[in-house]
């Protein structure tokens, strides 16, 4: 009958088990060994098994334990029934946590059992699991480590026994004797057992490893051979595949490709497609019956080549002055090896050739920007000193003028030295152009207007009365798009360059004006590279006598000219139409031939602005004081009493002081409605920096800026921090008074 009961058992569980288990072996073992998947099945089965059958036991135990006040075993069942149903659901917690987990819950529940109820209750079979499925499920060693555990078990529960500190009053046939000797024998038949098992089971490992091992080892064999197969095959293809990729790589390659003889002349060998596109041949036959020599702008140089040659056996990048099959002139990079037979004779020579034409241009024209970019800082930095001299001469004439009565005799004296400021003041100004430090204002400029107003001007009038023999002609495209930029610079650069016209003319001749709008959609190289876009080109030619190629390469050059100096200017005129056309984002091209003359086209980009209305001039009254206090922050004396002669004039209140140190410790103990500041003073802080700390005690604090460069970008953080208008040295009554006024009614 308990057989029966105990197959009925099986048949309806099983399904469930296989089902369940091979769902947690199929995810988690699918990486593990075959003895490790044996072993997690095992335990999963067990445990499971347990889960399933215990539950009944479990629940009527704690119930009988709660009736007699068995404490200790209502915890001990409970949490060994939650600890099995954890370590079942919850595969992904380790194999070993799992495993040492389930076999201490056989063990506890063995002891308790063993403590609670003595031999008679399933303590002592629990126990001999313990150790049996150590063995199973984790080795000889763990079934070792049980067995100990086992023992000194045992050995607790017999001290006990003898000492009376546990009985087991309702069993009384075993006395301590007895279980000792049973005690023996359950250990005897744990030991068997145990050991028996995890020796085969370490049997079983050491076999499934070689076993493993060996597949291992027949799998990288056969892996080992399926590469050598595909190598052999590969290399066999390749083999024969080796010609046609050498002649596809050497016919694709934009570098040419050449073999040729050794000697003053040459003969070409071979020759890829690259070389004879690079000097302009369309038929490999044609090229191979040229000799070396005809490619040679100046074949003497052929012969120093091929004496370098046989003297060191090779070149690497060797710069040749050639030419194509048209004549016209290139520069090739050329490295190459001379190739000796078994005695050491050259045989021939291979090498790689590439047109570096192009490269070369840009690496000329990229040091003329930085040998002018070079000038145009030392031009700056004298500009920025020139001005400060320079203002004592336009400044205070006009305050003495104020004073004079119309009929003195000071006035005309004050005029000429006012104007001479002036002149000089227009020749700081090149040179801040020249240093890209001097285009302040920027408008929407008609170009096709300016030009007319220039032609219109008595500068241009001055320029047609020294070449009485030179006409200027004038074609301007109609409905052009405007450009932004600086009308006084742009109308400079335009007399500039009809002077230089008018100049290369001497016998007399035609000056051209022309304007057009057009579209650059690729790249255009000359002089300097035009960028794809949309442009408004001004072009002045003339019929004179050309520029030699040494000159134009210095033609944009600061002082360099070849005109005489006091009558025709000072030599800044080119270099100012190169560094306008640069603030203005634009590009210059020259084409010049001697005898025949020059044009120079220059590249505006276009804007789709609409003109300002010209605003009208603003009466004196309309920016005077008030009597407001005013501190002007400037390094130079000059400077310092000029602005406050004006803004005294004008009814304002003012202070100096000459640096910036200064100003913070005024600050400290006065306030002023409007500080005047200098942005660059030597030594100490700067204007920025002492405008910066000011804040920190005064932080509504106005200010407006002065400089004799242009706005940079110290100006600019400046006005982001709360710095009104800039005003640009030389100081005139009308602009300082416009800036002071307009920010203090802020």
């Known amino acids: 009958m308990l057989m029966k009961n105990i197959n009925l058992l099986n048949f309806l569980i099983n399904p469930f088990v296989g089902l369940f288990t091979h769902f947690w072996w199929k995810i988690y073992g699918a990486h593990d060994s075959t003895l490790i998947i044996w072993r997690k099945r095992i335990f999963t089965t067990i445990f499971l098994c347990t889960a399933l059958t215990s539950a009944f036991p479990i629940v009527r135990n704690v ?323 020139l001005n400060n001299i320079l203002s004592g001469m336009v400044s205070y004439p006009e305050l003495l003028l104020m004073d004079l009565p119309d009929d003195s005799s000071l006035k005309q004296p004050l005029l000429t030295i006012q104007q001479s400021g002036q002149k000089a003041a227009a020749i700081v100004q090149d040179l801040l152009t020249l240093a890209r430090r001097g285009v302040s204002v920027r408008e929407i400029i008609d170009l096709n207007q300016l030009i007319e107003q220039y032609l219109n001007s008595p500068e241009h009038q001055k320029i047609l009365g020294y070449h009485p023999g030179v006409g200027v002609v004038s074609q301007l495209e109609s409905n052009m798009l405007n450009i932004i930029g600086s009308p006084v610079h742009l109308s400079k650069s335009i007399m500039n360059l009809v002077s230089n016209a008018a100049e290369a003319m001497p016998h007399g001749g035609c000056v051209r004006i022309v304007t057009e709008a057009c579209y650059i959609d690729k790249s255009l190289r000359g002089y300097d590279t035009v960028e794809e876009g949309d442009y408004v080109t001004l072009k002045v030619s003339d019929d004179g006598i050309g520029i030699s190629p040494d000159d134009l390469e210095r033609i944009f050059e600061p002082f360099y000219t070849k005109k005489t100096m006091g009558r025709s200017g000072t030599g800044l005129g080119m270099a100012v139409v190169w560094g306008t056309i640069k603030d203005h984002s634009g590009y210059i091209d020259v084409q010049s031939d001697l005898g025949k003359g020059t044009e120079f086209t220059l590249y505006f980009p276009v804007t789709r602005q609409e003109m300002e209305k010209e605003k009208p001039k603003i009466s004196a009254d309309k920016y005077k004081g008030q009597g407001e206090s005013i501190l002007i922050v400037d390094d130079v004396k000059e400077q310092r009493k000029i602005a406050s002669q004006m803004l005294e004039r004008l009814g304002y209140n003012v202070n100096s002081v000459p640096s910036g140190e200064e100003a913070l ?74 800036a002071v006024k307009g920010e203090l009614v802020k």
Not at 190 to 205: F, K, P, Q, R
Not at 208 to 223: D, H, M
Not at 721 to 732: H, Q, T, V
Request: aromatic residues 10%; positive net charge; charged residues 20%.
């Open 63 to 385: 119930q009988y334990a709660i009736q007699v006040g068995q404490w200790l075993n209502v915890i001990v069942y409970t949490l060994a029934y939650l600890a099995v149903l954890t370590i079942v659901a919850v595969p992904t917690i380790p194999f070993k946590v799992r495993a040492w987990t389930g076999l201490f819950i056989f063990y506890g529940v063995g002891l308790t059992s063993l403590i609670a109820l003595g031999p008679v209750g399933s303590g002592r079979m629990l126990l001999f699991a313990f150790a049996l499925l150590a063995g199973l499920l984790l080795g000889l060693r763990a079934g070792l480590f049980s067995l100990a555990l086992n023992i000194v078990t045992f050995l607790f529960v017999g001290w006990m026994l003898s000492t009376g500190r546990l009985q087991w009053p309702h069993i009384s046939i075993y006395a301590s004797g007895k279980w000792t000797a049973n005690g023996f024998t359950f250990f005897f038949l744990n030991v068997v057992a145990t050991v028996s098992v995890g020796v085969l089971v370490n049997a079983l490992e050491k076999n499934l490893q070689k076993e493993q091992s060996l597949s291992k080892e027949l799998k990288l064999s056969n892996e080992k051979l399926e590469r050598e197969n595909i190598e052999r095959s590969q290399s066999e293809k390749a083999l024969r595949n080796s010609e046609e990729k050498y002649k596809t790589l050497t016919n694709n390659l934009h570098v040419g490709i050449y073999r040729n003889t050794i000697g003053p002349e040459g003969k070409f060998l071979e020759a890829n497609p690259a070389i004879l596109n690079i000097f302009g041949f369309e038929n490999k036959e044609e090229f191979l019956n040229i000799s070396v020599a005809d490619l040679y702008q100046n074949p003497e140089y052929r012969k120093k080549m091929n004496q370098k040659m046989l003297r060191n056996g090779f070149v690497r990048n060797e710069e040749l002055l050639l030419k194509k099959k048209n004549g016209r002139p290139i520069v090739c990079s050329v490295s190459a090896v001379a190739v000796k037979n078994e005695t050491g004779e050259v045989k021939y020579y291979d090498g790689f050739i590439e047109d570096v034409t192009v490269r070369k241009q840009l690496e000329s024209q990229l040091q003329q920007a930085q040998k002018m970019e070079a000038i145009g800082t030392l031009a700056g930095g004298v500009a920025h000193d």
């Open 665 to 738: 410790q005024y600050m400290k103990e006065n306030t002023a409605d409007l500080l005047v500041l200098d942005m660059i003073m030597n030594p100490g802080i700067d204007g920025l920096e002492t405008y910066k700390r000011i804040l920190q005690y005064h932080p509504e604090q106005k200010a407006v800026i002065a400089s004799g460069y242009s706005e940079s970008d110290l100006v600019k953080e400046a006005q982001s921090m709360g710095a009104g208008a800039y005003i640009k040295k030389p100081y005139s009554y009308e602009k300082i008074g416009i």
